[in-house]
């Protein structure tokens, strides 16, 4: 399997602008989770996915963060607009079901200028 | 609420040299215990699950043991590849979430 796939791997733009980072999960799995990455705060879930259904988004910091999950092989995590302090690494993972083993995409770095 | 910290945050090693690294935790309902490796610029590595406090699981170097309170990654015999941050995390029994910590830094120098 390819694993988790991610894209873009590195997105630089500027303030204001629009931002989608997209994620195609392991085939099979039916769980899917938008992490961000800071030296700061670590690790944080921003929002999960279940049979493609929203489950909890508590995690995300604000309205101009979403999320969508059109299809089992495919989601979108959206920034609009993008402020310098969204600047951080964004992950993907996916699991064969919530609370299981979860599986990391190799990230998107986000820098907002 | 919800809580798990890892120590030390760095750890020099000379090759050969075995450690051990921490990570305890405040959680409701224990659901599950992981192991990441994560390299420079990558993203987090599976190596363990544990579920019960006196279980063990051993890949290679590195072995994962779990208590009621904390979990420990030894590492028996470092080599330089070992160099990476190691996380811990746990499954919130109330939220589902996975909770992570900061993380362990390990330098092995050869």
């Known amino acids: 399997d390819a694993g988790v796939i991610q894209s873009p791997r590195h997105e630089v733009t500027e303030m204001g602008q629009e931002v989608t980072l997209r994620c195609k999960p392991i085939?099979?799995?039916?769980?899917l989770f938008w992490y961000r990455q800071t030296m700061m705060r670590g690790l944080e879930l921003l929002i999960y996915?279940?049979?493609?259904?929203?489950?909890?988004d508590s995690g995300m910091p604000e309205d101009r963060f979403s999320a969508k999950m059109p299809n089992a092989s495919f989601s979108t995590l959206k920034i609009q607009p993008s402020e310098p302090r969204d600047s951080a690494v964004y992950f993907c993972a996916s699991s064969l079901i919530a609370m299981e083993t979860q599986y990391f995409g190799p990230g998107t770095r986000l820098l907002v200028l | 609420e919800d809580q798990v910290t890892q120590s030390p945050e760095a750890l020099r090693l000379q090759e050969g040299e075995s450690s051990s690294l921490n990570c305890s935790y405040t959680?409701?309902?224990?659901?599950?215990l992981f192991w990441y490796r994560q390299d420079p610029g990558k993203g987090p590595e599976f190596l363990f699950t544990l579920y019960s406090a006196g279980e063990e699981k051993e890949k290679e170097r590195l072995k994962a043991t779990l208590t009621k309170k904390e979990s420990f990654l030894h590492i028996t015999a470092p080599k330089p590849e070992d160099s990476a941050t190691y996380l811990c995390?746990?499954?919130?029994?109330?939220?589902?979430?996975?909770?992570f910590g900061q993380g362990t830094t390990l330098q092995v120098k050869p």
């Open positions: 995390a746990f499954v919130s029994g109330n939220t589902g979430k996975l909770i």
């Open positions: 959680v409701s309902g224990l659901r599950g």
């Open positions: 085939s099979g799995h039916n769980s």
């Open positions: 996915f279940n049979n493609n259904v929203p489950i909890d």
